[in-house]
């Protein structure tokens, strides 16, 4: 019996914290097509409406910081939605986190 609950409580420290805490990468995409004056409401637009954009930075010049949950959305998914709305990403993405 306690050798049961041993291994439950070992499944629980190892397993159930990797199932609890999403792993949130931090990207930053350079894009073209963000010249107009609507790019950050076209932006805001298409990443409010992706599933599992958790927050985005415009810092201009077509730099955009973006926090997502890989656990739910990929960066292709991300890309794929902007390139919809006209906004293109330019040279490869760099992982921040």
Do not use: W
Not at 45 to 51: N, V, Y
Request: some cysteine; proline content about 1%.
């Amino acid at each position: 019996m306690k050798k049961i609950i041993k291994i439950i409580l070992l499944f629980v420290c190892f397993a159930v914290p990797s199932m609890a805490f999403a792993k949130d990468r931090v990207v930053q995409l350079n894009l073209s097509g963000c010249a107009d004056c609507n790019a950050d409401v076209r932006i805001g637009a298409i990443l409010k409406k992706t599933k599992g954009v958790k927050r985005y930075k415009n810092k201009g010049h077509g730099l955009l910081i973006i926090t997502f949950n890989d656990e739910i959305t990929t960066l292709n998914v991300i890309i794929n939605e902007l390139s919809r709305g006209k906004l293109f990403v330019e040279g490869e993405a760099i992982f921040l986190k």
